[in-house]
């Protein structure tokens, strides 16, 4: 017996793919608010964690920090039609990436992870099905990663949304910050960029960038980092924001920027620029840090950070500069919203 038809048109057309293809097509407005919280906690998301004291369930959740440690709280939204389409990825694909985004703000300043709220808003006509795989996504990425889903909060919209907040922990007086660079200091990336980056311009998205937070928490427990930012909106605007928090300049060496695994190759086939996607792709979700001269070389922090290591320039008096790039790439601007 065949499924109701669905109009790409209608209401519900922009979710036929993440439909069953038979039987009832339970929505939002037919599971009702409890409804799917009680199947978000079956998915895992009333499991607790070490320093959760009250989680999911009640009217707040109760975290207990440890002896001289700070919070650290992140906030971020994943919009569909913004930052996301449902036919270009996947519902559980969207969902780890909003988690994703907030988990590297949390490496970034060096904290460890204490647990997350997650705010879902949506059309009473989405599937069920749909919001279930947004919260296998965001619970598979915070499973790996020891970050509970303390809480959040359901409500009717127009398109879907996530809105995450965050929370960590870090050793008090030890938070990696944006400021704090000064000239003559190395900059220095971990990982490899440009794959996010080339994915959303094919516009097939499969790939996440994993949060790099024991590299984040090592860097803050060795105390050698002088500034420190993720690169979500591009490297080239990531770097841009470092220098402004710090007051400082860039040279930045293009040369020695380290690409994705078989990225010139992908994107030539797509007719992109490998380069472009790697200074200005984002959501790559490595983080971009400075050393003072003396510290020590990349092999060295590599085996510290336990992930490669690069170094890709300098830090300068004043200015933004790009060596071995050209005219147009030195000014890539990475992600914006307005």
Known sequence: MRGPRIDPGGPLGRYAGRMPRRGPLPRLQDLGEFGLIDRIAALGGRRRAPGVVLGMGDDAAILRLRPHEDVV????????????????????????????????????????????????????????RTALELARGLLDLAGRHACP???????????????????????????????????????????????????????????????????????????LATACIDISDGLLADLGQLCRASRVGALLDARLVPRARNLGAAARRASLDPLALALGGGEDYELLFTVAPRAPAPARLARLLDVAVTEIGAVTERGLRVAGAPAGQAHATGWRHF
């Open 73 to 128: 709280v992140t906030t971020d939204a994943l919009v569909e039609g913004v930052h996301f389409r449902f036919d270009q990825e996947s519902a559980r694909t969207a969902g780890r990436r909003a988690l994703a985004a907030n988990l590297s703000d949390l490496a970034a300043m060096g904290a460890r992870p204490l647990g997350f709220t997650w705010a879902l808003a949506a059309p009473p006509s989405l599937p069920a």
């Open 149 to 223: 889903l303390v809480g959040g909060n359901v409500s009717r919209a127009s398109e879907v949304s996530l809105t995450l907040a965050a929370l960590g922990a870090v050793a008090r007086g030890r938070a990696l910050t944006r400021a704090g660079a000064r000239p003559g200091d190395r900059i220095l990336v971990t990982g490899a960029l440009g794959r996010a980056g080339l994915e959303r311009a094919r516009g097939r998205v499969r790939h996440v960038g994993e949060p790099r937070l024991r590299a984040g928490r090592a860097l803050a427990r060795a105390g």
